[in-house]
């Protein structure tokens, strides 16, 4: 059965050709659990149902009021809940920066596990027997500072892809992700390789990717980037 629910989107991050949508449960005038609206296709990615009635984005800090069939976990990834398709997102007002510092995460210590390292990331790896076990995906934080790059990738293996990757630290620890934010890659993307910018005390959206097979590993990534305005 389908209920009617409202979230405050904190990403509208790339997956696949589509889009993952994650945000926190807006029940009356608390803000809750984090969800993140899977679809029934593929890897749960959210194509052109998750567009407004405009056919604008959902915004990050939006609140969407979407329709939700009921939770459909998959291994660390305990926030999804299938989508009914027949109902339209709506745009039901916003919250501003100072309402979504309320919202971090509180906790210290590693983003879930540290120690694992892709070719051009650092902390961003999580080996799957490891991602299996965990009891989440998600998290919203506020480090210091965040520096972004323009990449290039896998140019010795002529397979070169321009990435964004993200450094920051946070709990005494160091990281550098690949950023999936929309609106990030959209700036970073038409710019040369190494053009980079930092900004100070921004809002994260962390999420630990679906598995690789072939990798063995899930990913940490910066999948939404709120600034201060």
């Not at 790339?14 to 809750?32: F, P, V, W, Y």
């Not at 799957?128 to 998290?139: D, H, Q, T």
Request: with cysteine; hydrophobic share 35%.
């Amino acid at each position: 059965m389908t209920s009617i629910e409202r979230i405050v989107c904190f990403a509208n991050s790339r997956k696949l050709s589509q889009s993952c949508i994650a945000g926190k449960n807006m029940n009356g005038e608390n803000i809750t659990n984090w969800i993140r609206p899977v679809s029934a296709f593929g890897s749960g990615e959210v194509g052109g149902e998750r567009l407004y009635s405009d056919g604008t984005e959902p915004a990050l800090l939006d609140v969407i009021e979407l329709g939700l069939i009921g939770a459909k976990p998959k291994g660390c990834h305990v926030e999804d809940q299938l989508i009914d398709t027949k109902i339209r997102w709506t745009k039901r007002g916003r919250i501003d920066f100072a309402q979504a510092l309320s919202l971090i995460d509180q906790f210290s210590g590693p983003l879930w596990v540290d120690g694992y390292h892709t070719s051009n990331g650092l902390n961003d790896s999580i080996p799957v027997e490891m991602a299996e076990i965990m009891v989440g995906s998600l998290l919203l934080i506020q480090p210091d500072s965040l520096n972004m790059v323009a990449t290039v990738e896998g140019k010795y293996f002529n397979n070169p892809k321009k990435k964004v990757r993200g450094s920051f630290s946070f709990s005494g620890s160091h990281y550098t992700f690949s950023v999936t934010d929309l609106k990030i890659e959209a700036e970073f993307l038409q710019q040369e390789e190494g053009f980079s910018r930092n900004t100070q005390k921004p809002l994260l959206c962390l999420s630990v990717s679906e598995p690789f097979e072939k990798q063995k590993a899930c990913y940490k990534l910066i999948a939404g980037v709120i600034e201060q305005s």
